[in-house]
Structures are given as C-alpha cells and as structure tokens.
C-alpha cells in the first residue's frame, strides 16, 4: 500500500510559477512509475508528466517545455515545477504510482491560475 500525499498548490497569475510535491510512503518508492495527472472543471482527467522507475520522462504537448517532472528516491517525493502558467493550467492536481498492477492517487491539489 501506498500512500501519495500533495503539496505545493495555490493561486498564481498568468507567467507564474508553482512547484508541486507528492510525498509517498508504505512501499518502496523507487520501484514506482511516477506520474501527475490533472482535472480541469469539466474534464476528464488527462495525464501530463511521467518519471519512469528507470528516470525517463514524458510530457503531454500541452505542457512540455513549461513544467518539468523530477524525483527524490532518497525522499520518496516527486515533484512537478510549473512555468509560464496559463488560465488553461488551472485544475485540480494528482499524483499517481504505478507498479505491475497497483495504482495508487493522492487526494490533489487545486491549482489557479488568474489573469
């Protein structure tokens, strides 16, 4: 079992910045493909950044070159930096584990965006 806990969101203006950080705990972290996913009011949720368990990332077209995915395996974190914040951005964020067949989500955190 794995516990996924976020931090870091907030309200921001357009071209701002935000760093979000999801804490796990319970397993072992390393082992886990990473991932952040986001909802939007509306809208099915859609994934945006993956570090793989190997250290390789994607990035959806949506915000590749603006956001940039990273882990601590040592901290058992992973973090998403947020650039050049759009309105579009706005949603509520999610991090997932993936492992085999367990898949694990955190609760989210809002994200804002304002013009």
């Known amino acids: 079992q794995v516990q996924l806990v976020e931090s870091g969101g907030g309200s921001v203006q357009a071209g701002g910045s935000l760093r979000l950080s999801c804490a796990a705990s319970?397993?072992?972290?390393?082992?886990?493909?990473m991932n952040w996913y986001r909802q939007a009011p509306g809208k099915q949720r859609e994934l945006i950044a993956t570090t793989a368990r190997g250290g390789s990332t994607n990035y959806a077209e949506s915000v590749k070159g603006r956001f940039t995915i990273s882990r601590d395996n040592a901290k058992n974190t992973v973090f998403l930096q947020m650039a050049s914040l759009k309105v579009e951005d706005t949603a509520v964020y999610y991090c997932?584990?993936?492992?085999?067949?367990?898949?694990?989500w955190g609760q989210g955190t809002q994200v804002t965006v304002s013009s």
């Open positions: 997932h584990a993936h492992f085999l067949s367990r898949d694990y």
């Open positions: 319970g397993a072992t972290f390393s082992i886990y493909d």
